[in-house]
């Protein structure tokens, strides 16, 4: 009896001693992140964004959930959404209030919802799904419309973006220096005794709809304050002016430039009567510096991606026009993870130089493996069938754009004399991007789009994905280091290895009697089609007695055939379904069973022990 009271004390204290720990753990709150690719924590940049935030924010997620017509993976998408909001919450220091909200049919949410622009995906039975989401502050307002499962990856980019808009209500301002004659001129009208006016590219159009997009002249000795500074073709900089662009990287300023070993897009001034200049652009000095490796001499081809020209030959295959597609791109990246399509024109290479220290390189675009460099001296367009000739081949991937990333070094020793710039820094102080496309052509009218003149208006029609590229780069760079640093997230749903490795080998294991019985079955099917495409006497088919027993058998034999192949589908997924079976059972009674066996012998033992 003394046994039993001591151990039912025992439990007692246990439970009083659980329900403390519980009342105690309860007014703390720690969690662990032990996924993989840390799913369920947030970037060190998305961290540093709301630590920094401005003003509070309001956040409004709109997310049905009750609905039986929504599918389920919707539904799972759209709670581990919320618990992403509530992370940020948590991460804001009180900055951050965040209403979750079901806008059910003919309610006040739906009304707002769509009021903000939150779209509705129809269902089935004729209901919306919504999932999106408002961010309101004082000093702007954004929406994402509809969290869509497949960018799942880019998700915590998506919002942390719209938080650092919310905070910012000016417009970005874009500085461009360009060999190229690009900007449009100011008056679309001609003047008495003045040239035409010029059109200007395309690009630089699109672009000025969205920021304020001011041109940088060659000798420029300094840059202005811009959210980013694009270099297009720069050709022969002279010192002072290298030397502002330099200084503008260490200062931690975003920048894209874009380089050609072989322009096509240069004026051919042979016809103006004035000697042709270099086709090239480099920024030798400072890509060395900054350990960006770009030989302006060579032009990539790829003959796994060439675009058919026609020519004096007949149409061709010209690998030094590469037309790049979506597994050309890098899926990790915000800029790239959704072109489709890319034209190249002799575009060229690049990589890290190793030496250089505290800079990585994230390659964005890339080509086959069957990739291959020729000297652009050596092009003959006369004869292009000879490109593919002339290309060396590498036998590797070759990077036609990327992301140069980290603290660079300056490219001078001492700043040039009577150069204006106040400070010399020989170093970036913190960490900064550097976004290089080696090639300049693909942002030309004629690559990347056909412009329509509709009732005096001009309208574009894309031939592919190049201007997409570009608004995607200057959008990704105009944003904060701390917004480009954000890692792409990994997929909450993953597949089970051990099942994918399972099924993949019963398929190698039936695939063979599978094929054997899916061509039998057509052979038998055979038979009887040809067996009865018999002549009719009038209306109607004339068959021996011998044939219909014929066709009889074929019949018969077809439902055998389909029966083992139903079979043998079916022992495709046994392996699966058991192994099914062997975690349910595992995790429903086997687990709890051990626990409890252990917890009764741990009690047992304690009362041996006071004994």
């Known amino acids: 009896m003394n046994r039993f009271f001591d151990s039912m004390s025992s439990l007692g204290i246990l439970l009083v001693a659980l329900i403390v720990v519980n009342l105690v753990s309860s007014q703390f709150y720690q969690k662990a992140d032990i996924t993989e690719e840390k799913l369920y924590s947030l970037s060190e940049g998305t961290k540093t964004i709301l630590g920094k935030l401005e003003s509070e924010l309001h956040i409004k997620?709109?997310?049905?959930?009750?609905?039986?017509?929504?599918?389920?993976?919707?539904?799972?998408?759209?709670?581990?959404?919320?618990?992403?909001?509530?992370?940020?919450?948590?991460?804001?220091?009180g900055k951050i209030t965040l209403e979750?909200?079901?806008?059910?049919?003919?309610?006040?949410?739906?009304?707002?919802?769509?009021?903000?622009?939150?779209?509705?995906?129809?269902?089935?039975?004729?209901?919306?799904?919504?999932?999106?989401?408002?961010?309101?502050?004082g000093s702007g307002e954004e929406v994402i419309e509809f969290f869509n499962p497949q960018k799942e990856t880019f998700l915590e980019y998506e919002i942390t973006e719209a938080i650092s808009k919310t905070q910012k209500s000016n417009r970005k301002k874009i500085a461009v220096?360009?060999?190229?004659?690009?900007?449009?001129?100011?008056?679309?009208?001609?003047?008495?005794?003045?040239?035409?006016?010029?059109?200007?590219?395309?690009?630089?159009?699109?672009?000025?709809?969205?920021?304020?997009?001011?041109?940088?002249?060659?000798?420029?000795?300094?840059?202005?304050?811009?959210?980013?500074?694009?270099?297009?073709?720069?050709?022969?900089?002279?010192?002072?002016?290298?030397?502002?662009?330099?200084?503008?990287?260490?200062?931690?300023?975003?920048?894209?430039?874009?380089?050609?070993?072989?322009?096509?897009?240069?004026?051919?001034?042979?016809?103006?009567?004035?000697?042709?200049?270099?086709?090239?652009s480099d920024l030798r000095k400072l890509f060395v510096k900054w350990g960006i490796q770009y030989n302006v001499n060579l032009v990539t081809g790829d003959v796994d991606n060439s675009t058919r020209i026609r020519s004096a030959q007949g149409v061709v295959d010209f690998p030094i026009?590469?037309?790049?597609?979506?597994?050309?791109?890098?899926?990790?990246?915000?800029?790239?993870?959704?072109?489709?399509?890319?034209m190249m024109i002799e575009a060229g290479s690049l990589s890290l130089n190793e030496k250089v220290k505290d800079v990585t390189y994230t390659s964005?675009?890339?080509?086959?493996?069957?990739?291959?460099?020729?000297?652009?001296?050596?092009?003959?367009?006369?004869?292009?069938?000879?490109?593919?000739?002339?290309?060396n081949a590498v036998n590797k991937k070759l990077s036609v754009a990327g992301i140069f990333s980290g603290k660079f070094q300056s490219a001078y020793s001492e700043k040039p004399?009577?150069?204006?710039?106040?400070?010399?820094?020989?170093?970036?102080?913190?960490?900064?991007?550097?976004?290089?496309?080696?090639?300049t052509d693909f942002l030309a009218d004629q690559y990347a789009v056909q412009v329509m003149n509709f009732l005096g208006q001009s309208i574009l029609q894309k031939l592919n994905d190049n201007f997409s590229l570009v608004s995607n780069t200057v959008e990704f760079m105009c944003g904060d280091k701390d917004l480009i640093s954000?890692?792409?997230?990994?997929?909450?749903?993953?597949?089970?290895?051990?099942?994918?490795?399972?099924?993949?080998?019963?398929?190698?294991?039936?695939?063979?009697?599978?094929?054997?019985?899916?061509?039998?079955?057509?052979?038998?099917?055979?038979?009887?089609?040809?067996?009865?495409?018999?002549?009719?006497e009038g209306n109607k088919l004339v068959l021996s007695r011998s044939a219909i027993e014929e066709i009889e058998r074929f019949r018969d034999e077809e439902r055998q055939i389909k029966k083992k192949r139903r079979e043998i589908r079916k022992n495709l997924r046994e392996d699966v379904e058991k192994l099914g079976q062997k975690l349910t059972f595992a995790n429903v009674f086997l687990v709890p069973f051990l626990v409890g066996i252990y917890g009764a012998m741990r009690v047992l033992n304690y009362a041996k022990g006071r004994r």
């Open 61 to 93: 997620y709109y997310v049905n959930k009750d609905s039986e017509s929504i599918p389920l993976y919707l539904k799972s998408y759209g709670q581990r959404i919320a618990e992403l909001f509530q992370e940020y919450k948590d991460h804001s220091k």
């Open 177 to 280: 220096l360009s060999s190229y004659d690009m900007f449009p001129s100011k008056f679309q009208f001609q003047m008495p005794n003045q040239p035409p006016p010029k059109k200007g590219w395309m690009i630089i159009k699109e672009l000025q709809k969205l920021y304020d997009v001011s041109e940088l002249k060659a000798d420029s000795k300094t840059i202005p304050d811009v959210d980013l500074l694009m270099l297009i073709h720069p050709k022969q900089m002279s010192d002072e002016t290298s030397y502002a662009v330099d200084q503008y990287v260490m200062n931690g300023g975003n920048m894209v430039v874009m380089v050609d070993p072989s322009s096509q897009s240069e004026p051919n001034t042979q016809q103006m009567g004035m000697p042709q200049g270099p086709k090239s």
């Open 321 to 342: 026009w590469m037309t790049l597609k979506e597994p050309n791109t890098n899926k990790d990246n915000i800029a790239v993870s959704n072109l489709e399509t890319l």
């Open 100 to 137: 979750v909200l079901d806008p059910k049919a003919d309610t006040e949410d739906e009304e707002w919802a769509g009021k903000y622009g939150i779209k509705g995906l129809p269902l089935p039975n004729g209901d919306s799904f919504r999932m999106g989401a408002v961010f309101l502050s």
């Open 486 to 536: 954000i890692r792409s997230r990994g997929k909450f749903s993953r597949p089970f290895e051990r099942v994918v490795n399972m099924q993949k080998a019963a398929q190698a294991r039936y695939k063979t009697q599978e094929e054997e019985q899916t061509k039998r079955l057509q052979e038998v099917q055979a038979k009887i089609n040809q067996r009865q495409n018999v002549k009719k």
């Open 417 to 439: 004399k009577d150069h204006p710039l106040p400070t010399d820094h020989k170093a970036s102080s913190d960490n900064g991007s550097i976004f290089v496309i080696a090639d």
């Open 364 to 391: 964005l675009i890339d080509t086959s493996v069957n990739a291959g460099q020729i000297q652009s001296r050596q092009i003959n367009r006369q004869d292009p069938m000879s490109i593919a000739k002339g290309l």
